[in-house]
């Protein structure tokens, strides 16, 4: 008997599902695709009609959830009304944090990429990381050079030093809240510590 779409659609969803488990709780490298396929319940030949393999499978996760967007340039900036660009960074800094801390699986999905060594196999995974995540830095440079252009960034700071250090803090904050087992308030000190770098880039630093 033939599939329906929304049987199929099912089935993919529950592949998913069962990987992203598995990936969380062994790793992508100790999960095997039959490990995947008893997990949703389906056949290795089912994963197949799918997914060609568990690459593939690790991008559509990617992909689903909108990965790596681990850094402001996933928050919407606010309208442009004459305040500080600093200051929307931080708006837009904060509120990440702010999602993060309440997004278990965007917690999970993040924790796998943190974890995943990127052999050859996953190399499209890879290369997608390092596409994104120079679209972001340059879209962050590009707010800092407008504050530069004011006269708001301090002389010890160029918009590409500053772009640079600041998606560092960003991604070090996360990276341990995730890897340590959430020992500290993200939203809390995250935020704390994002002001006081900001504050630093300030052509009259408080």
Known sequence: MRRTKAEAAETRCSILAAAEKLFFEKGVANSALD????AA?????AIYWHFASKSEIFLEL???AQLPRVNIADIEAPNDDGRDPLSLVEKMACDWLDILAT???RQRLLSILIRTNFTEEFQPVMDELDKLDQEHTLYLESILERAANDNRLASAWTPRSA???FKWLMKGICWDWLLYGQKFDLSRDGSDK???LLASFGSNPA
């Open 62 to 64: 990617y992909n689903a």
């Open 194 to 196: 994002v002001k006081r």
């Open 163 to 165: 772009s640079r250090t």
């Open 35 to 38: 490990d995947i396929a008893a």
């Open 41 to 45: 319940g389906v056949t290795r030949g």
């Open 103 to 105: 997004d278990r699986h």
